[in-house]
């Protein structure tokens, strides 16, 4: 009963994260068309400010159980998330949205030699392979007609290192913090600092909010 169990666990995390790859990919062609329209630190500010409210609501029973370490982990993860989106919307401004899709899904080949370097556990060969593999599959599927290296693609790339960095992180402290939890604060960390720098980075008066009605 118990592997059944643990088995249909790992059944419903494996279409968890498909669905969430889904979501994730059909996200670089909105962003890409916000840019155009919204500041990108607006943007960002107002998109985790919405999405902390509504999980702060659904999961206010787990926020009452917050702890400081689970704060304190929580902040940690919301600082790099938010330099991952910072470096990705800015990223999106100055290059296509296939090439930002495929830079920033390099932190899949990143995140076992980063997490060699950081617990010296060597990565196996079908982790090597399976990642060679991805962006090989990655490349043939976004860079049909691109070509050559700008700003927009570094940017990308810095974005790229902090999604690592952050998946190495989460699994940390998923170990011994509540994952809601852990959602929560990050995503409401990562909605305060966006619209503390959005002033210093967009401008003061870039955002009108009556562009949302």
């Excluded at 999106?92 to 920033?104: M, P, Q």
């Excluded at 960095?165 to 600092?193: N, S």
């Amino acid at each position: 009963m118990n592997n059944l169990s643990e088995r249909g666990i790992k059944v419903l995390a494996s279409l968890g994260l498909i669905l969430t790859t889904m979501i994730w990919g059909f996200a670089f062609v909105v962003m890409k068309n916000s840019v155009d329209v919204i500041p990108p630190t607006y943007l960002l500010a107002v998109r985790f400010s919405i999405s902390a409210v509504l999980l702060a609501l659904l999961f206010y029973k787990n926020m009452m159980k917050a702890d400081r370490e689970t704060i304190l982990c929580g902040v940690i993860l919301g600082i790099f998330l938010c330099l991952s989106y910072q470096f990705q919307t800015y990223g999106l401004k100055y290059t296509t949205a296939s090439k930002n899709a495929f830079i920033t899904a390099l932190y899949v080949v990143l995140v076992p030699f980063l997490y060699w370097k950081i617990s010296k556990k060597r990565p196996g060969l079908h982790q090597i392979a399976a990642g060679l593999v991805a962006v090989i599959g990655l490349a043939l599927l976004t860079l049909k007609h691109e070509s050559g290296i700008n700003l927009g693609d570094a940017l990308t790339f810095l974005c790229g290192v902090c999604f690592a960095v952050h998946m190495i992180c989460t699994e940390e402290y998923t170990k011994r913090c509540d994952p809601i939890l852990l959602a929560t604060v990050q995503v409401a960390v990562v909605g305060v600092f966006n619209w503390l720098l959005a002033p210093l980075l967009d401008g003061p008066g870039a955002f009108d909010p009556s562009i949302l009605l």
